[in-house]
């Protein structure tokens, strides 16, 4: 699996857009691009995965760049309660290998 | 509702005393799988299960043991615990390995070996 490079730490205003970050140069054309988050030593949570197009659900967009070597997760209205550890997986789906979880991104959401 | 329920949230137990951690899923999933999170190292795969009585080791499989005799549940067991198992574990579940669904996760057991 493709590694990834995130920021180890990030703040955003609350009500404005938070914007992560997520370098994966080494991408092969079959890895998808999954985000998911932790808050708080809870379980992680799933957030959205994409392949190559931008994709949109009730909780983010990601935005993947067209040679697909990195991508952004957007909060488009950041809250308090999206403080949390963002991570930024790539895999091949239906792989025997499991899901590795790097650092992550450290977001705090601020008043 | 969907879950992935985890069994006991918190356990204090001494070293060498045999304990099982349950972690059982609603969701019909095929795939299973145990991480421990420890500061610094982030979540490491300890074991995982394509399907019922098919189970592997993950990144740290060392010390724990499971099994997985019915779909829903999927147990892990430590038969002699030492403090270096002092850990936050979760139990995940998801449709084949993760596919195009992801993971769905238990809200963790917080495991103190003295």
């Known amino acids: 699996d493709a590694k990834t490079t995130q920021p180890t730490s990030m703040d955003c205003a609350e009500g404005r857009a938070a914007n992560l970050p997520c370098n994966h140069s080494?991408?092969?054309?079959?890895?998808?691009v999954y985000w998911y988050r932790q808050i708080h030593s809870q379980g992680p949570q799933y957030i959205i995965h994409?392949?190559?197009n931008n994709e949109t659900n009730e909780m983010a967009s990601l935005i993947i760049t067209e040679d697909r070597k990195s991508s952004t997760l957007i909060l488009p209205h950041a809250t308090l309660r999206d403080t949390a550890v963002y991570y930024c997986i790539v895999r091949v789906p239906y792989n025997n290998n499991d899901m590795r979880f790097g650092a992550g991104t450290r977001l705090t959401v601020k008043p | 509702e969907a879950q992935v329920t985890q069994n006991p949230r918190y356990l204090i137990t001494v070293t060498g005393k045999k304990l099982t951690v349950t972690c059982s899923q609603n969701m019909n999933h095929e795939y299973m799988s145990w991480y421990r999170q420890d500061p610094g190292l982030g979540l490491r795969q300890i074991y995982y299960?394509?399907?019922?009585?098919?189970?592997d080791k993950g990144d740290v499989p060392e010390g724990y043991k499971v099994s997985r005799k019915e779909k829903r549940n999927f147990p892990l067991i430590l038969e002699s615990p030492s403090p270096n198992q002092t850990s936050l574990y979760f139990c995940?579940?998801?449709?084949?390995?993760?596919?195009?669904?992801?993971?769905?996760f238990g809200s963790g057991t917080r495991l103190t070996v003295v």
């Open positions: 994409g392949l190559k």
């Open positions: 080494t991408i092969s054309g079959n890895e998808y």
């Open positions: 299960s394509m399907n019922v009585e098919v189970t």
């Open positions: 995940a579940s998801s449709f084949a390995t993760g596919g195009l669904y992801g993971y769905t």
